[in-house]
């Protein structure tokens, strides 16, 4: 019961966290590109 509520909250963590990676690089580059 367990692993069954915590696999889709796992899921949407890593997604969000995929998302900050993915923003926090796109804002390195800008600041690199200056």
Do not use: E, F, R, W
């Amino acid at each position: 019961m367990m692993s069954q509520v915590l696999k889709p909250s796992a899921g949407s963590i890593l997604a969000s966290i995929q998302k900050t990676v993915k923003h926090t690089a796109y804002k390195v580059n800008c600041v690199t590109a200056d």
